[in-house]
């Protein structure tokens, strides 16, 4: 620990006597807590003084906790904490409550003014008698001389350097600062390392960023020294070397560097001791394995997730090297050893592919093939470090000298596809860069990062932009795709396939990655998939599941490889020019396999050989999981066609013209409200703060970053993708209330049209909840069914954006084929209640499940007329009671008063009884007799009855704490009548659904062709 101050005696006494008199003053005055607590406020102020300790009084910590004093030292680290209470109040039992809440007890003082107890390492450890002077004395010596033990084990010491990290990063963020206003020489030395970073890699580099690495470096370097036993490493690296020189620089002036890290003593003693009782290598690894996550868990969260920092399973590094090995022996007669097979782990993380592949390498050829065939690059600057320092001893160990391993790069993977021609950082790492590029690599290898951006724009974490690498993306993954949406395209993984397809520059190779696997069989990868195809012969894709949003019941800790929330595949494409036919071979382990047993399979297989490989047939739509589609479905009718949507006239292959995804707001607690004053106000608020924020960065000019201005936690308003690209662009608020309102300005443009027009709202391509239909004439948003998916609407009318040239949405190819099967009478409006019948027919959902989950639904024409006929009457009723439910008929359900409490309209939350047959409204009032088939009528993963009950509840959303109420004043049985009715159209759909199915037979579609199981 820092080296303590000892007390001088004179000056504590001094403190104690004033402590005696200012609390003499209280005395028969004010005796509660807050009065005479100031008391020892001043003496631990006082004394705290003299070691260059400082008190804060009321300062928030982690957990939310607030101490009525934190003391820290010169390096803002907490040293200590204080907690007074009332000389009346029973002291133990208040100590006992504050331990249960989590209090710190690491070096705390808990006193009422006549006792104290003093806590130490988590242990009571001293009484006071407060009212004896000697006793106050050694009191403080022993708090203000405290200095913690050295800890006992391993774990508890990574796990306690994780808990500490946030803090010590920020105590050196504070000298980094500080000193970048003071000192001169380190301003040069910053600026000079900042410059090389921005042409290194990323133009845009913050000094957020930069001030990581100085931390990271400051942090982390004595651990690889002493674990790695390479006492040279900072002179021996060149980027350590390069880093040192700012370090250097920063504590020329103050700071004490020697002084900073001994506080870091106590966790180093531990890890290094239990480092060296550490064997094999691959347990060192392990550890620092575990240091590399533990890290970025506790201190750069936000990168971490950005870049994917996890290290992979030994167990799936293994499997994949293996099947490498075992690939270019089969298909192209060499190997790993060979010379000349060039080998690339762009994303190397703690080089885990690069150790493992190199110990798969004969002594005899280890140096040639360390010097000229391995290639590996790393953006973040521990695990480069890591990296080096694995690989290094790797080499080290086989061939008993240390060489620096020049394969390595510090740089940004993508960022090479941009062909910049600059220095990258120092000399030796420009050149390293320049041999990587000329190399002829044949195999890339590696784990790329999964991330797709933030979750939330507030967060500011959005993954970067790369023209090339995004234009390759745009011209072939996305350009032939079917899907609307394909932004899952620019996740960094889909980019790093990119990027290695293009790296093998046309030779015959191996991509072998181990990623989120939703490009196997999500529809918005339908073009990547025909891509993949094209750009190698065979691509072995082993899916180990995991995919906790597809299937709830999974968890990500216990059945994810990762931990993670999106399903894992190991992929290995392979590209031979000799073999002319394309095969995609598929395993899918069993879903329900928890993480151990899937790493175990890996291990027990060893490599690809041993996997009982299916082999997949894709579709013309490049379907390679087709299992469950019935093929005919696709010759049924589209409603609606990406390429049809854009195409010029209306005269195209598709049921429907345009069709739209619902709005997004990206801030519904603030644009949505049951009340319009409150909603004005809501929206007012946020008006306001945008705009004053566009008026201080008019003011501010251009030298300043847009969002330093702003207070993203501000609940009051959501600074979303949308908002923060119209503040940089200076725009002031007008018509962007919406994030996205992709079509919708043509369906609903202005109020009228809401009375007139009517969209069917249908479930997207992708949909996780069970396929759903619902007919509206009310702007939608893009979740209106279920939160987990998105939905496309298909209007009867579009309109231009003033809402005028009102035109029909139902294409005239689509008339023609319905006039030419059913005769000239049928209309377009007997179309649209035809396809809304359809998409109701139990048969039709149930066959078509897989098909509806990979395409926008395809609607078959009946062979029958009266099928027909009455699939158009039965749609024009469900389409007029879903309209129409407000003028529904309310059920006659049972009232039930509760006399015991005052009659209230009032919802609160209402609540189903267990055995759903009675709505409680609230304490006063249940409605009974529930008729069961209501809740056969569901949109999405509820039934319409549900779906009122959880919407029509008082909230409040966390963030901006604004409150949702539904009840309404002026017409209090509004609620009550909304249930009923919801119960009428719920029943009467499941009727006429019924009705539809005994009208409608699955012979009325299907023909003798088609495969009828
Ligand atoms: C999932 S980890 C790889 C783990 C590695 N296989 C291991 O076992 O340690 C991904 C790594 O790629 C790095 N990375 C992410 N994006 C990168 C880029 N554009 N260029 C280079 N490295 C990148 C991250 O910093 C991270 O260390």
């Given amino acids: 620990m820092p080296t303590t101050t000892p007390l001088s005696t004179p000056v504590l006494k001094k403190a104690i006597d004033r402590y005696y008199k200012e609390l003499d003053e209280y005395k028969g005055r004010a005796d509660y807590e807050l009065a005479v607590r100031t008391a020892f406020l001043n003496l631990l102020a006082e004394t705290a003084h003299q070691v260059k300790w400082m008190l804060i009084p009321e300062q928030t910590i982690e957990g939310g906790i607030r101490p009525d004093g934190v003391l820290r030292d010169s390096f803002d680290l907490k040293r200590g904490f204080w907690e007074a209470k009332g000389p009346q109040s029973d002291l133990d039992k208040e100590i006992a409550r504050k331990i249960a809440t989590g209090y710190p007890l690491i070096n705390t003082i808990f006193e009422n003014t006549k006792r104290a107890v003093l806590f130490q390492n988590k242990k009571r450890a001293y009484e006071y008698d407060l009212q004896n002077p000697k006793a106050v004395s050694d009191l403080l010596t022993q708090f203000f001389t405290y200095t913690e033990p050295d800890i006992a084990t391993f774990e508890e010491a990574v796990q306690e350097f994780k808990e500490r990290v946030p803090e010590l990063a920020r105590a050196l963020l504070a000298i980094i600062e500080r000193e970048y206003k003071l000192n001169k020489k380190f301003i040069t030395a910053f600026d000079a390392f ?68 001994k506080s870091l003593d106590r966790f180093y003693v531990a890890i290094e001791a239990a480092a060296k009782g550490i064997e094999s290598w691959s347990e060192r690894q392990h550890f620092l394995n575990t240091v590399y996550e533990r890290f970025f868990q506790g201190y750069s969260v936000k990168r971490a997730d950005t870049y994917g920092i996890v290290y992979t399973p030994q167990e799936i590094v293994d499997f994949m090297c293996a099947s490498v090995e075992e690939v270019l022996q089969r298909e192209f007669g060499t190997s790993v050893s060979e010379p000349g097979v060039q080998i690339i782990d762009p994303c190397v993380g703690t080089g885990s592919y690069m150790v493992n592949l190199l110990h798969r390498i004969p002594t005899h050829r280890l140096k040639y093939k360390y010097e000229h065939d391995f290639f590996c690059n790393e953006i973040m600057l521990l695990p480069y470090y890591i990296a080096s320092l694995n690989i290094e ?98 996740d960094s993984y889909v980019k790093f396939f990119r990027w290695a397809t293009d790296r093998l520059q046309g030779r015959d190779g191996i991509v072998c990655f181990v990623s989120n696997n939703s490009f196997v069989n999500q529809i918005a990868f339908d073009s990547m998939r025909k891509h993949l195809l094209q750009d190698f012969t065979q691509i072995y894709h082993l899916d180990l599941h995991g995919n906790v949003r597809r299937n709830p019941k999974l968890s990500g800790t216990t059945h994810n490889v990762f931990g993670i929330q999106v399903g894992v595949g190991i992929t290995i494409a392979i590209r031979s020019s000799w073999k002319p036919e394309r095969k995609v071979l598929y395993y899918r382990v069993p879903e329900t396999w928890n993480k151990t047993e899937k790493l175990n399979f890996l291990v027990e297989k060893a490599n690809i050989t041993y996997i009982d490989w299916l082999g997949l047939q894709p579709d013309e739509k490049n379907t390679w999981l087709t299992e469950g589609m019935h093929p005919e479905f696709v010759n049924f009718l589209p409603i609606g066609t990406k390429e049809i949507k854009v195409a010029k006239g209306v005269n195209a292959e598709a049921i429907f013209k345009l069709y739209s995804l619902g709005v997004v707001t990206s801030r519904d607690s603030h644009a949505y409200s049951f009340d319009l004053t409150q909603l004005r106000q809501q929206a007012i608020t946020f008006i306001d703060i945008y705009n004053s924020a566009v008026d201080a960065l008019k003011r501010r000019g251009k030298e300043i970053a847009p969002m330093s201005l702003v207070d993203a936690t501000d609940p009051h308003i959501k600074w979303t993708r949308q908002v923060k690209a119209s503040l940089i662009r200076l725009q002031y608020f007008d018509d962007f209330w919406n994030e996205e309102r992709y079509q919708q300005h043509l369906i609903f443009p202005i109020l009228t049209a809401e009375g007139e027009n009517c969209v069917i709202v249908v479930s ?138 005052p009659f209230s309209w009032r919802v609160e939350k209402m609540r189903l009884t267990p055995d759903r047959t009675a709505v409680i409204v609230n304490e006063s009032l249940t409605l009974a007799g529930m008729p069961q088939e209501c809740f056969q009528y569901r949109l999405g993963n509820r039934s319409a009855l549900e779906w009122v009950i959880d919407q029509y509840q008082v909230s409040e959303d966390k963030r901006s704490e604004i409150a949702s109420d539904p009840n309404n004043l002026d017409d209090e049985e509004y609620i009550v009548r909304l249930v009923r009715k919801v119960v009428t159209v719920s029943v009467e759909t499941v009727r006429l659904v019924n009705e539809l199915a005994q009208a409608v037979k699955m012979e009325d579609w299907m023909s003798e062709t088609m495969e009828a199981n």
């Fill in 194 to 261: 900042a410059e090389l970073c921005r042409q290194a890699l990323d133009p845009k580099i913050s000094s957020d960023v930069i001030n990581e690495m100085l931390i990271q470096h400051l942090l982390t370097e004595r651990l690889f020294r002493t674990i790695f036993d390479n006492p040279d490493f900072i002179t021996r690296n060149v980027i350590a070397a390069e880093i040192e020189k700012v370090i250097q620089a920063l504590t020329s002036r103050v700071f004490n560097r020697h002084e900073f890290l």
């Fill in 393 to 490: 001893h790797e080499f080290y160990t086989r061939i008993g000298e240390y060489e620096s391993f020049e394969g390595i790069c510090f740089t940004d993977t993508l960022e090479l596809a941009e062909g910049r021609q600059i220095p990258l950082f120092v000399e030796e790492n420009t050149g390293r860069v320049e041999r990587e590029k000329a190399a002829q690599i044949m195999v890339v290898i590696g784990n790329p990062p999964y991330n797709m951006g933030q979750k939330n724009e507030s967060e500011n974490n959005k993954n970067r932009r790369y023209p090339v690498i995004d234009q390759r993306i745009h011209e072939t993954y996305a350009k032939d795709s079917k899907a609307t949406l394909t932004n899952k395209l620019y």
């Fill in 764 to 901: 997207d391509h992708g949909h996780r909840a069970p396929f759903s239909v619902l007919a509206t004439n009310i702007i939608p948003e893009l979740h209106l069914l279920a939160s987990t998916d998105a939905f496309q609407c298909f209007p009867y009318y579009v309109y231009t954006e003033d809402g005028s040239n009102r035109r029909e949405n139902i294409t005239d190819w689509a008339l023609s084929q319905f006039q030419a099967k059913y005769g000239s009478e049928v209309t377009k409006w007997d179309i649209f209640h035809f396809v809304y019948a359809m998409m109701h027919h139990p048969q039709y959902r149930e066959r078509y499940a897989e098909n509806l989950k990979r395409d926008l639904p395809h609607i078959p024409l009946l062979h029958r007329k009266e099928a027909f006929l009455a699939c158009v009457r039965i749609g024009k009723q469900l389409m007029d009671i879903h309209l129409h439910y407000e003028h529904a008929n309310e059920y006659p359900l049972k009232w039930i008063e509760n006399h015991d409490a």
